[in-house]
């Protein structure tokens, strides 16, 4: 049965939010329901055809033709491929299939690696494949939960998945988990009765549920409020879809050096043309200079490289439980400067944990964390004696509904606690729980703040053990005014510290005082004149291994800031725990600021404490505002619009919600914050080792393109032919680049700050480097393409200087590991790829220029044996060159240090 609703915004949109200030009676005539018959099938097929099923939209999937089409989107690749089409359009098309298939591969590897499509919006769909509970016409029905519209009454009971966003109508001893929406880390106790305020936070509508939040106690009824993408959960897919994925800054250096390639080549390739024709070539032979020179600026290999280089180190930290699901995210960790992290499941277990009892004035202090048994018990640092806490552990077994097993709960994370507190003090529970039988209870509610429960062993006493909120219970307690004051103020003194505290207290009974409480439906008349056994303080803890992690992200010039649904309290002690410096702000705060205030105070803030998924993309973007690189780590469905906005996402494997997974760029497969800084360690090696075999390649580039500029300046040839410079570049340099890439860390990479992501992956003391470096490499092939056409034989002289060439990049190779190291060192012998692949290039050219079959395709000749001692001599020189340079700057290196050394002995003295 349905009357006509009075909330002109249905249905279904999201217009009318506080349906949480309402009473019951408001909320179903603005829906349109009697509540104790719910929806007639008429009205409800028809509130599905005008709001649709409860499903999030889907986006439509991104052509595979366009993902493949991308790759060709570069500088570079158009330099290339232009060079190609010229070198067909004269004749020479075995050149321009190699360029072409240079290209091709380039994009296939490519299109492997990022032919991932983003799947969160259907992992969210998937999410809500399940059946719901409902009434209609006033009887019972299962329903698919995606036939749930707005104005449908669901029933709820423990363990049940929320399939829509409600009101709730009925509520008894109700509590959701609501973690992974909202970062609460405990269950949130529910109740029918009206919410005061339209602003109060999400986590704060006691009287909603939501999609994809769990029961875990309790049973009550709701109407459906909102469906589908009206949900909450549908605000977070919106913001998913709505995020756009912004480049790498390795991606952004890499294409900013592409175009500055680009326009080198260009100016070089007029400059040749002009040159050829000046000196009366003809115009096919000036095309075949400058295709020639625009293969040798264009680093071929350069992408390939990159793609291999971050494909071993995905590798790598996958073996170190760190999956990476975009290549490039490795390198981002690298250059990350900020680590917004949330709370719960991800600097904390989540898993509630009793970490100190007081009774009677002794304080004692709980080890270990979790739901394992494995802990002390100490008061002064000393354990206590078995059996010391029996008067309050026992209680606390009888009087708690969780059971765990190997470390696993069933039940309420904090009945998890203090189960896990009685083993820890050597209380067997199952045998207590055999030897005294519960006989009655008085069941947790929100109203009440605490329950109780009696027991009854062979004795024939019955035991009242009552635990709750320290405020009721110790107002049930016969207690001397000095004894009340200390139990509140130490309680106060726990709270202060972040935990949660409950009261546990106890009385015995005879069986027919019981008895008549039982029959007069008052058992509660025995909750009174209690004896107050303790106080216990819960709290999630920190992971044991995150402080360590937070110091070496700190020595690692990172800061690491904690973002939580949780309240603020929680968090700041939390953070002091953690050593997480910064003042703590909570989400109303944060609305009060506009975007250049939250951009100028967010340095100064170390928690963000009862925030909602909008204000995490918010903080987000401030930060990147600010010009730092972020990184996000979460494991709920709050989550994933933030690790999506963030400039890497980190999502916990285990406790992580799948919407988390999908939305993240990396998942900790051991959900350990420590092993983030394994991560930004292995990220910072991997950009070095990039940018080591950046100044490997591109001194091949210079050194191709002063050979060629210096050969025509002095009227001679074109010394290298082009299929010999794309043999250079991609067959010669590849394999030793991609050496260099898996070069191991350094042993300082993570005692200094993270690189400036604005700065050039070239600046000018390494361009300068370069530019020396292709200078000794021009003067050396252009002097032996010179001594080996000497005599006429032009052939001779190709081939001398290609071999040269070839050889200047074996030591180059070799040199560009380090810029300020001696070759002649242990370090040098570390990598032994390198030297394989060394080996594999010397085998190549001997091999090119040796044998005769090979002759004709790569334009070479045999060489005799004084011919290749004069290329290799030639080719040293430039070992002898770069380790006076490095001499010379170890030299200043060291005058600096005794400079300011004795700067600072002078300004001691003056002090002292």
């Not at 009075?6 to 249905?11: H, I, Y």
């Not at 232009?82 to 298939?101: E, Q, R, S, W, Y």
């Not at 219970?473 to 200390?486: F, H, I």
Request: aromatic share 4%; hydrophobic share 50%.
């Amino acid at each position: 049965m349905t009357t006509e609703p009075t909330d002109p915004a249905l249905p279904g949109s999201r217009a009318q939010r506080d349906y949480h200030t309402l009473d019951v009676d408001q909320v179903a005539a603005a829906l349109g329901v009697v509540l104790d018959r719910g929806l007639d099938d008429g009205e409800a097929a028809g509130r599905l055809a005008d709001v649709g099923p409860n499903r999030l939209d889907e986006a439509p999937p991104r052509s595979k033709l366009l993902v493949f089409v991308d790759q060709f989107r570069s500088l570079l690749i158009v330099v290339l491929a232009a060079a190609a089409a010229v070198a067909a359009l004269i004749g020479h098309v075995t050149d321009a299939l190699i360029v072409l298939f240079v290209l091709l591969l380039n994009a296939v590897l490519g299109y492997i690696q990022e032919n991932r499509a983003a799947s969160s919006m259907e992992t969210l769909r998937r999410m809500l494949a399940w059946h719901t509970r409902v009434r209609r016409d006033g009887a019972v029905r299962e329903i698919d939960t995606t036939d749930v519209v707005p104005g449908d009454v669901v029933l709820l009971d423990a363990g049940d998945k929320v399939p829509a966003d409600g009101r709730l109508v009925s509520a008894t001893n109700l509590a959701v988990d609501e973690s992974t929406l909202t970062g609460e880390s405990e269950p949130v106790d529910k109740s029918a009765d009206a919410v005061s305020g339209p602003e109060a936070a999400l986590g704060d509508r006691t009287s909603m549920v939501h999609m994809n939040t769990v029961v875990t106690r309790g049973r009550g009824e709701m109407v459906v409020t909102a469906t589908g993408m009206d949900t909450e959960m549908g605000a977070i897919a919106g913001m998913l879809s709505s995020v756009e994925p912004e480049s790498t800054p390795l991606q952004r250096q890499l294409d900013h050096l592409g175009r500055r390639l680009a326009a080198v080549a260009g100016i070089a390739v007029v400059v040749v043309m002009g040159l050829s024709l000046a000196l009366g070539d003809t115009i096919g032979n000036a095309m075949i200079d400058a295709i020639a020179l625009a293969i040798a600026a264009v680093p071929e290999g350069l992408p390939a490289v990159v793609t291999v280089t971050l494909a071993v180190g995905v590798s790598q930290m996958a073996k170190r439980r760190a999956i990476l699901r975009r290549l490039a995210s490795v390198e981002t960790l690298g250059a990350t400067t900020v680590i917004c992290s949330d709370k719960t499941g991800t600097l904390t277990m989540n898993q509630m944990t009793a970490v100190h009892v007081w009774r009677n004035g002794l304080d004692v202090t709980v080890t270990g964390a979790g739901y394992s048994s494995a802990g002390e018990l100490l008061a002064g640092g000393a354990p206590l004696e078995s059996g010391t806490l029996d008067p309050v552990l026992v209680p606390l077994a009888l009087c708690s509904e969780a059971v765990v097993r190997d470390g696993e709960l069933v039940g309420e994370p904090t009945d998890g606690a203090l189960v896990t507190l009685a083993a820890k003090g050597g209380v067997d529970v199952d045998a207590v729980r055999s030897e005294y039988r519960r006989i009655a209870e008085i069941p947790f509610e929100s109203a009440a703040k605490y329950m109780a429960t009696f027991t009854q062993d062979d004795g024939g006493a019955v035991l009242v053990a009552a635990k709750g909120a320290p405020d009721v219970l110790v107002e049930r307690c016969d207690l001397e005014p000095p004894a009340l004051q200390a139990a509140l103020a130490h309680t106060e003194a726990l709270a202060g510290d972040g935990l949660r505290v409950l009261a546990v207290a106890t009385q015995s009974v005879d069986q027919a005082t019981f008895d008549t409480a039982l029959a007069a439906g008052d058992l509660g008349s025995l909750v009174r004149g209690l004896h107050l056994e303790a106080l216990v303080g819960v709290v999630d803890p920190p992971r044991p291994e995150v402080r360590d992690a937070i110091r070496l992200c700190r020595s690692a010039g990172i800061d690491v800031k904690m973002i939580t649904g949780d309240h603020a309290l929680t968090a700041a002690a939390i953070a002091a725990d953690l050593d997480i410096r910064g003042s703590v702000v909570t989400g109303a705060e944060l609305d009060a600021l506009d975007d250049a205030e939250l951009e100028a105070a967010i340095p100064g803030i170390g928690v963000c404490a009862r925030v909602r998924p909008q204000h995490k993309v918010r903080l987000v973007r401030a930060l990147k505002d600010r010009g730092e690189v972020v990184a996000m780590t979460g494991d709920g469905v709050n989550d994933a619009p933030a690790l999506k906005a963030a400039d890497i996402g980190v999502a916990m494997g285990i406790t992580g919600t799948e919407v988390t997974k999908e939305a993240a760029d990396m998942v900790l497969a051991d959900d350990d914050f420590a092993t983030i800084v394994g991560a930004v360690k292995r990220g910072r090696t991997i950009y070095d080792n990039i940018l080591t075999f950046v100044r490997f390649q591109l001194a091949t580039n210079f050194g191709a393109i002063g050979t060629i500029l210096l050969a025509r300046l002095l009227r001679m040839p074109t010394p290298l032919e082009p299929i010999q410079i794309l043999l250079v570049n991609l067959i010669m340099d590849g394999p030793p680049a991609i050496a260099l890439g898996v070069d191991p860390p350094r042993p300082n990479a993570m005692s200094l700050p993270p690189r400036d992501p604005q700065a050039a992956i070239l600046d000018a003391p390494r361009i300068t480097r370069l530019l020396w470096v292709g200078f000794v490499m021009m003067v050396g092939t252009v002097s032996m393409f010179a001594w080996g056409r000497s005599d006429g034989n032009e052939e001779q002289g190709v081939t001398l200087a290609f071999a040269t060439f070839v050889l200047f990049q074996v030591a180059n190779a070799l040199l560009s590991r380090t810029e300020r190291r001696s070759v002649f060192g242990r370090h040098t012998l570390t990598n032994r790829y390198l030297w394989i692949a060394l080996a594999a290039v010397i085998a190549l050219l001997v091999v090119v220029v040796s044998v005769p079959a090979l002759h004709g395709l790569f334009k070479t000749t045999s060489l005799s044996a004084p011919q290749w001692a004069a290329a290799v001599l030639t080719a040293s020189t430039l070992v002898w060159l770069e380790e006076l340079r490095k001499l010379w700057l170890r030299a200043v290196d060291a005058a600096a240090t005794r400079k300011s050394a004795s700067a600072a002995d002078a300004v001691a003295e003056i002090d002292g």
